[in-house]
Structure formats: C-alpha cells, structure tokens
C-alpha cells in the first residue's frame, strides 16, 4: 500500500479507538453517578450497563471495520489509477462513476490532470518549436546540410575532443568545377539542384558521426572525426568518383565533358593543431587540385604553400572553379 494511505488507515484507526474509549468513559461515568444516586438497584444497573458496555464496544468495532473499506479502499484505487497516469497511463481510465464515495475529488482529480496535461502538451509544442528554429539557425537552406557559422562551431569543438583523447581528425573541401561556367550555361534553378544533389551524394557516402556542411557557393566541408589522413584522402576519392559518375542535367556541356569536383585534404595532428589553420590548409589543398586539373583529390603538401604564394591567397579568386 501506498505510505500515504497506510498513514491515513492508522489516523483512522486512532480515531475509531479514540471515539470508542470517550465512550465509555462517558458510560461509565454515568454508572456511577447513577450508582451514587441509588436511583435503581445497584446490581441490576451494573449488570445492564456491564452487557451495555460490551454490546457498544462490539458494535463500534464492527462499525469501524465496516468504514475503514469504504474511507480506504477508493482512496487507494484512485491513487492506484493516478500512479498508472503519471508512468504513461490515459487519464480516460479514471472514471468518476467508478467511485460514487468519492465522486467530487475524483471529479477535481481529474480537471487537476487535464490541466496539467495541457501545460505539457503547450510546454511539448514550445520545445518543438524552439528546435525546429536551432535547426533553422544551424542549418543551410537550399542543401539541408549544416551552414558555415555551425561548421565553424563543429570544427572547434571536435578538434578539441580530438587531442583530449589522442584521435585524429581529417577536413574534406571540395568544390564543383566550373560551376560557374553551368550557371551561366543552364540557369541558376539547374545549379542548385545540382548542389543538392551533391549534397545528397555527402550524407549517402558519410558516416552518421561526420558532419557535412555547405561551405560557402559551390563549396562544401566534411569534417571525419577520428580519421587519419588515409582513411580521409580514401573517403575524399570515393566521393569524388560518385560525383563524377552522378547523372546530372546538361553535364555534356561542361568543360570536362561531365559535372565533377575537387578535393583538399588536411588532418590534425599532421597539418594543423588549431581549427583556423586546419581549415586553411584544407582549402588550400583544394586550390591545388583545381591547379592540377581538377577533379582530383590532393592532400595538403607545405609545397603547395609556395605555389601559392606566387598567385592568388585561397578562398578569394582561384583558378576559373
């Protein structure tokens, strides 16, 4: 039984001997009064008053075994039922017919809970609602992929967890040849549908512990915690020969004959210990695939540093992308 209830049977109880015990003492007091009285006969009266005495007693004890169910035994159904609410239950199985002792506060019981399950319902919705813009804030629009100001957010804390627990972790950036040239060439509603769908080659060749991110125009970024560089370069391939061999609309008219991308590669710890120089050194990989020729994947090399020192810093203009 519920300790609250096995309280309230003890209350009861002690209420039941209590009123018993007054009782008697009033009884018998009167008994002597009456015996100090000499009103009737003394033996006769005590006699009476002794059979008096026990018939009271009997009854008051029936009686209080008789209300101790009735008190109780809703009480704990109800609390019983309330129980089964607060793990999961339905209120609907509170009914207030089922308990006609205790119709009124089974009644407010029940407005009790709504009440309270409307709070949660409202409490639920404005938790959706705050995720559903955290989402909004984090993610890119068009793509569906996480945007740059979360990248950065991302790169920083994995990059930290990183060297507390002595893992690598690896940075992929590509960018999409000549997209410019497709732009031009097809319109901008055909370029970005071709965007997600490189956005959908991204998520379909990741793990769900990766992240993929839209970079910025035609260029995306994943990040592969816990990856050496090998794994990472041999990931970075793998993407770039999906794009490669993807259907995409008009792609005979690019320069290359089809739609392809680039690849820059850089890990921590081999490149870079702080998250600005990583991604740096990530893009500036990718600058030298697209000098190579493009659609290729190239990891960051210190001579590619002096190749770029003669030409154009990365990230502004590169070669035609």
């Known amino acids: 039984m519920v300790p609250r209830l096995q309280s309230l049977k003890v209350r009861l109880l002690a209420c039941s001997i209590l009123t018993t015990l007054l009782a008697t003492g009033i009884g018998y007091g009167v008994f002597r009064l009456v015996e100090k009285l000499q009103v009737v006969e003394f033996e006769t009266l005590r006699e009476r008053l002794i059979a008096f005495f026990f018939l009271f007693i009997l009854l008051s004890t029936i009686l209080n075994l008789c209300i101790l169910p009735v008190v109780l035994n809703p009480v704990k159904r109800i609390t019983q039922r309330l129980r089964s609410f607060i793990e999961g239950g339905s209120i609907e199985k509170i009914n207030p017919a089922d308990f006609p002792e205790m119709r009124g506060l089974v009644e407010a019981t029940i407005e009790f809970v709504n009440s ?87 998520r379909e060749n990741t793990r769900d512990l990766d992240l993929c991110a839209r970079f910025g125009g035609e260029e995306f970024m994943v990040v592969l915690p816990k990856t050496p560089l090998r794994i990472a370069e041999e990931i970075a391939e793998r993407i770039r020969t999906m794009v490669q061999s993807a259907s995409f609309p008009h792609q005979d008219k690019q320069p290359l004959g ?35 020729g493009k659609n290729r994947v190239c990891v960051y090399a210190k001579s590619f540093e002096q190749e770029l020192s003669s030409t154009t810093e990365p990230g502004n203009t590169s070669p035609e992308s």
């Open 258 to 292: 089809t739609l392809t991308a680039s690849f820059g590669v850089a890990s921590f710890p081999d490149h870079a210990t702080i998250a600005d120089e990583l991604v740096r050194k990530t893009d500036v990989a990718l600058y030298a695939a697209k000098r190579a």
């Open 116 to 202: 309270v399950e409307r709070e949660k319902s409202v409490a639920s919705m404005l938790r959706q609602v705050s995720r559903k813009r955290a989402m909004m804030a984090e993610k890119d629009a068009m793509t569906g992929l996480y945007n740059k100001s979360y990248l950065w957010t991302m790169v920083n804390g994995e990059l930290s967890r990183s060297k507390v627990l002595g893992d690598s972790l690896s940075l992929v950036m590509l960018d999409i040849d000549n997209f410019k040239h497709y732009n031009d060439t097809n319109g901008h509603p055909a370029g970005d549908q071709v965007l997600i769908e490189i956005a959908n080659i991204l």
